[in-house]
């Protein structure tokens, strides 16, 4: 019956400043685009869990 695992997904919702948005995207050498902007919210969730795991808010 294939898999029937139940998967969930938490969604969060992330701010992207464009100044800050072209300004990782220069750093990292990539061009302007949808998967720039989806890979900058993964790393500023990334940071987001990080603060959170050292008790800062």
Same mark, same amino acid.
Do not use: F
């Given at each position: 019956? &294939?898999? %029937? /695992? %139940?998967?969930?997904?938490? $969604?969060?919702?992330?701010?992207?400043?464009?100044?800050?948005? %072209?300004?990782?995207?220069?750093?990292? &050498?990539?061009?302007?685009? &949808?998967?720039?902007?989806? $890979?900058?919210?993964?790393?500023?969730?990334?940071?987001?869990?990080?603060?959170?795991?050292? &008790?800062? /808010?």
């Amino acid at each position: 019956m &294939g898999d %029937l /695992t %139940l998967k969930v997904v938490v $969604a969060q919702k992330v701010s992207i400043k464009a100044e800050n948005l %072209l300004e990782w995207c220069q750093k990292q &050498g990539r061009p302007l685009n &949808g998967q720039a902007r989806s $890979a900058y919210a993964v790393h500023l969730l990334q940071q987001r869990q990080e603060r959170n795991a050292r &008790g800062k /808010t």
